[in-house]
């Protein structure tokens, strides 16, 4: 016999959490073909599942899921396919009641780095002035 553990927290709490539960009851019982009942208790609730091959419960608290199920001989060589179609189904169900998650405050615009000064040419060299309209030297003269 093979063996399914798995467990999810929340932060629900019990009355979501329950109707989390009752909706993965449905869609187990039409899914899979299971036999549910629920039992709801003061700080827990829990669900029985059953079915040839196949039996386990569903326990509800405020604050986790935690599913323990027992597949028979034949079934427990598809234990990897039922336990993701069981994780998926369950986070399926509890994406939809999260909250969306907080944004980011809005990213302030980013300043353009300051550009190194171009590159100019001396003006002086040596203690002498330098005029680029008179290089080179001697001056082209126009002709006349």
Known sequence: MADIH?????TLGLAEARKVAFKWAEQAEEKFDMECTYEEGANADEV????SGVSGT????????DLQAKLGFLLGAFKGTIEGEIVKTLDALLAKKRPPPK????AQPRKKPEQA???QPPTT?????????AW????????A
């Not at 569903?58 to 899921?65: M, S």
């Not at 060299?125 to 680029?132: D, E, F, M, Q």
């Open 6 to 10: 798995i467990e999810r927290k929340h």
């Open 48 to 51: 029985c599942f059953k079915r």
């Open 58 to 65: 569903l326990t509800v608290t405020p604050d986790g899921f």
């Open 103 to 106: 944004r980011p405050p809005p």
């Open 117 to 119: 000064p171009t590159w």
């Open 125 to 133: 060299w040596r203690g002498l002035t330098w005029c680029p309209s």
């Open 136 to 143: 080179p030297w001697p001056a082209p003269r126009p002709a």
